[in-house]
Structures are given as structure tokens and as C-alpha cells.
């Protein structure tokens, strides 16, 4: 097929997607979304992200999460944010990872609005160690200024680091140490329900480490927008001020919350089925000549994908396209691809897929 109509195939319901969180999102698959809704049952209204459907979202996200309470959020840089300012203040500094969203991606929104330093821990590791924190906070303390830490955050899994995800025990020897120490913890699990499908371990062994704990709503439950912050009864009760000072109590959320509701209905079934199916086709692949599996010791639900110097990635990219599988072929310049799982795998057959990728690396080997 000329490559010029192959980049216009448009994707379907039937598309895969080994990148990003999910197949991407349109206004009207949230219009239909909410029309599904509706044909079943009265949507609850909810007053400023107060009650309603937020309400339901809530409940239900504690209860998952083993924590007395949840808090919504329009963003999850707002919810982390809040969380280090509660947490923290009036202690000014936190500790964070260094390639966490929080200190990467928020734009210092933490130390401009809050006034709370973030000091940057395990360079570009997805996380730091024991050690390097136990450090930090010595010198917060013997340093020529006292400046105590108020609050440590751990992001898992890191989406600057391929998905890599903090191993339990190091949280759990980083949390304990930050207890002992009397710290408040903040976890920044974004991505936490996909993370847990394939580390096998359970939601609420990991928010129980943690004071409070945020996940995204949009990510992998099919919301335009929204974040849980989630944390003991005394911490979340009344925080919708804050929110509101922040400028983030939106009207209307219910709209976004019921879609979340409808999304976790099934997501971890479907996080499971996904789980094994990627296993197999992994293996399945593995067996394929031109390629080779390489693996993070600590990831979660993405694979470095490497292919001989004889593969023209491009070409690759374009005939799986035009079979309706996406990857993302941008590798800089490694001929690694990282294939990411998703729901979206659970579209096709495993044999469906293998018989794409074999045809596709075919015509894809440079002669
Ligand atoms: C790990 C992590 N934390 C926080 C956020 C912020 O979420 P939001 O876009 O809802 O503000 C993101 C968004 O990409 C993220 O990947």
C-alpha cells in the first residue's frame, strides 16, 4: 500500500495501541460514554466536585484503597500538589524523585504557590535508595540552616523511566524509615492499578505505606480529566478548601466522575486478562528472528522491544498501522521500541497479533 494513505488509515475499536495508557480519547467517545450511562441509570449531580457521582467516586476509590477517605481532584498535579502542602507545612521542604512528574512536570507550581522546596533525590534512577534519603535528611537537619523534611514522595511506576517501578521492599524500608522519623509520605501512583495487575501486588499493600496517595482518573479509566487523593479521614475532611483556593473545585465533575466509576467497573478483570495475554504474546514474540526481549528488572507494563540493525523501523511501524497494531517508533536512534500494554491489547487474538507482527518485520527487513 502507498505509505502516504498507510499514515491516513485511520485507528478503530479494534486498534492496539503498545504505547501510551490507552487508545486515544475523543469528545465523542465521552458523549456516547455518558449516553451508555444514561440508558441505565440517573446520573447524581454533584455541587462544585461536591456529592453526587464525585461522592460515589470516592467511596468507592477508599474502599479500593484500603484509606478512610478520597478527595477529587481536576488534575493530578493539583492533587500531589495539595498533598505536599498538607502534608508538609509548615515544614518547607520536601523530599521527591528526580525524574518524578512533581519536580519535572508541574512547572515548581509546589515551591511557587506553597513555598515548599523540593529537593531533588536519585538523579536519573526512577528512584533513590535508603541511603541517599537517610542523607537528605541528615543534612536537613546538621546543615548550617535547620530546615527539617516534611514530607517525602515516592512516584511508581515512573513515566520518565519506561513504567520502572520502586520494588516493595525498598518502599517499604523507605516508608518505615520515614515513620520512625515522624516524615509524612506521599505516593504519587498515577498509574498504580496497572502497576499492581502485573506486580501482583495488591492495591492496598502499597497504600498502606503511604499517608496519602493519588491515581489518576483519565489514564486508564477512560475520564476526560481527574485525580483521587486519597488519605486518612482527618486529612481529607474539609480539604475541598484548599481545592476551591487553588481554583480547582470544578461544577460539574460529576460528568467526569461517572465515567471513572464506569471505567474501573471493569478495569482490573480486564487488567488481569491483559497481564496474561501480554505474558504470552512477549513469549510468542520472543521466539520471532530479528528481535530480542529485553527486560527491566523493576518494571511494570512496559517492554524494550530491540530489532536487528536490519529492521527498518519505519516500515515496521507503517505495516503493523495498516493492520490496525500502533507502536511507537521513536527509539533515539537505539532500534529498541518499548512496547506498552495496555487495555487495548485485549482487542485482538494473540494469534492475530503474532501473524501481524511476523508479516509486518517481513516486509520490514532491509534486503
Ligand atoms: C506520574 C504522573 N503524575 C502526575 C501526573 C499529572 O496528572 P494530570 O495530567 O492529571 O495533572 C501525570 C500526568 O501525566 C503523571 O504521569
Same mark, same amino acid.
Given at each position: 500500500?502507498?505509505?502516504?494513505?498507510?499514515?491516513?488509515?485511520?485507528? /478503530?475499536?479494534?486498534?492496539?495501541?503498545?504505547?501510551?495508557?490507552?487508545?486515544?480519547?475523543?469528545? *465523542?467517545?465521552?458523549?456516547?460514554?455518558?449516553?451508555?450511562?444514561?440508558?441505565?441509570?440517573?446520573?447524581?449531580?454533584?455541587?462544585?466536585?461536591?456529592?453526587?457521582?464525585?461522592?460515589?467516586?470516592? &467511596?468507592?476509590?477508599?474502599?479500593?484503597?484500603?484509606? $478512610? +477517605?478520597?478527595?477529587?481532584?481536576? %488534575?493530578?498535579?493539583?492533587?500531589?500538589?495539595?498533598?505536599? !502542602?498538607?502534608?508538609?507545612?509548615?515544614?518547607?521542604?520536601?523530599?521527591?524523585?528526580?525524574?518524578?512528574?512533581?519536580?519535572?512536570?508541574?512547572?515548581?507550581?509546589?515551591?511557587?504557590?506553597?513555598?515548599?522546596?523540593?529537593?531533588?533525590?536519585?538523579?536519573?534512577?526512577?528512584?533513590?535508595? #535508603? @541511603?541517599?534519603?537517610?542523607?537528605?535528611?541528615?543534612?536537613?537537619?546538621?546543615?548550617?540552616?535547620?530546615?527539617?523534611?516534611?514530607?517525602?514522595?515516592?512516584?511508581?511506576?515512573?513515566?520518565?523511566?519506561?513504567?520502572? /517501578?520502586?520494588?516493595?521492599?525498598?518502599?517499604?524500608?523507605?516508608?518505615?524509615?520515614?515513620?520512625?522519623?515522624?516524615?509524612?509520605?506521599?505516593?504519587?501512583?498515577?498509574?498504580?492499578? =496497572?502497576? &499492581?495487575?502485573?506486580?501482583? =501486588?495488591?492495591?492496598?499493600?502499597?497504600?498502606?505505606?503511604?499517608?496519602?496517595?493519588?491515581?489518576?482518573?483519565?489514564?486508564?479509566?477512560? +475520564?476526560?480529566?481527574? +485525580? *483521587?487523593?486519597?488519605?486518612?479521614?482527618?486529612?481529607?475532611?474539609?480539604?475541598?478548601?484548599? !481545592?476551591?483556593?487553588?481554583?480547582?473545585?470544578?461544577?460539574?465533575?460529576?460528568?467526569?466522575?461517572?465515567?471513572? #466509576?464506569?471505567?474501573?467497573?471493569?478495569?482490573? %478483570?480486564?487488567?488481569?486478562?491483559?497481564? &496474561?495475554? /501480554?505474558?504470552?504474546?512477549?513469549? #510468542?514474540?520472543?521466539?520471532?528472528?530479528?528481535?530480542?526481549?529485553? !527486560?527491566? $528488572?523493576?518494571?511494570?507494563?512496559?517492554? @524494550?522491544?530491540?530489532? /536487528?540493525?536490519?529492521?527498518?523501523?519505519?516500515? #515496521?511501524?507503517?505495516?503493523?498501522?495498516?493492520?490496525?497494531?500502533?507502536?511507537?517508533?521513536?527509539?533515539?536512534?537505539?532500534?529498541?521500541?518499548?512496547?506498552?500494554?495496555?487495555?487495548?491489547?485485549? !482487542?485482538?487474538?494473540?494469534? $492475530?497479533?503474532?501473524?501481524?507482527?511476523?508479516?509486518?518485520?517481513?516486509?520490514?527487513?532491509?534486503?
Amino acid at each position: 500500500m502507498d505509505p502516504k494513505r498507510v499514515k491516513e488509515l485511520p485507528f /478503530s475499536e479494534h486498534s492496539v495501541f503498545f504505547y501510551g495508557d490507552d487508545a486515544p480519547s475523543s469528545n *465523542i467517545q465521552f458523549v456516547n460514554q455518558l449516553k451508555d450511562i444514561l440508558d441505565t441509570r440517573k446520573m447524581a449531580e454533584d455541587n462544585y466536585s461536591i456529592g453526587g457521582e464525585v461522592l460515589e467516586l470516592e &467511596s468507592i476509590m477508599a474502599k479500593k484503597l484500603g484509606k $478512610e +477517605a478520597c478527595v477529587f481532584f481536576p %488534575t493530578g498535579t493539583l492533587a500531589n500538589h495539595v498533598a505536599i !502542602r498538607q502534608l508538609g507545612l509548615p515544614k518547607t521542604r520536601a523530599l521527591v524523585p528526580q525524574q518524578s512528574h512533581i519536580y519535572q512536570d508541574s512547572g515548581d507550581s509546589v515551591q511557587q504557590l506553597s513555598g515548599i522546596n523540593l529537593v531533588p533525590l536519585g538523579g536519573s534512577n526512577p528512584y533513590f535508595d #535508603l @541511603p541517599e534519603l537517610k542523607e537528605a535528611v541528615a543534612s536537613s537537619m546538621n546543615g548550617r540552616v535547620v530546615n527539617p523534611v516534611g514530607v517525602v514522595v515516592i512516584e511508581t511506576p515512573v513515566r520518565r523511566c519506561f513504567g520502572r /517501578s520502586m520494588p516493595y521492599e525498598k518502599m517499604l524500608d523507605v516508608t518505615e524509615y520515614c515513620r520512625e522519623q515522624g516524615i509524612a509520605t506521599h505516593l504519587d501512583g498515577a498509574r498504580l492499578f =496497572i502497576a &499492581s495487575a502485573f506486580t501482583n =501486588i495488591p492495591l492496598k499493600k502499597y497504600s498502606a505505606l503511604f499517608d496519602t496517595v493519588y491515581i489518576s482518573m483519565w489514564k486508564y479509566f477512560r +475520564a476526560p480529566y481527574g +485525580a *483521587i487523593l486519597a488519605g486518612s479521614k482527618e486529612f481529607c475532611e474539609n480539604l475541598f478548601h484548599v !481545592r476551591r483556593t487553588f481554583g480547582g473545585s470544578l461544577p460539574s465533575s460529576s460528568l467526569s466522575a461517572a465515567l471513572a #466509576l464506569k471505567g474501573l467497573e471493569k478495569f482490573e %478483570t480486564d487488567a488481569q486478562s491483559a497481564v &496474561s495475554q /501480554s505474558k504470552e504474546l512477549i513469549e #510468542l514474540l520472543s521466539r520471532i528472528p530479528n528481535l530480542q526481549v529485553n !527486560r527491566y $528488572e523493576d518494571e511494570s507494563n512496559i517492554i @524494550p522491544i530491540e530489532f /536487528s540493525s536490519n529492521v527498518n523501523l519505519q516500515n #515496521l511501524e507503517r505495516n503493523l498501522r495498516a493492520n490496525g497494531v500502533f507502536i511507537n517508533p521513536e527509539t533515539s536512534g537505539q532500534n529498541t521500541v518499548h512496547f506498552t500494554i495496555n487495555m487495548t491489547i485485549l !482487542r485482538k487474538s494473540n494469534q $492475530e497479533l503474532l501473524r501481524t507482527f511476523t508479516d509486518a518485520l517481513e516486509t520490514a527487513v532491509k534486503s
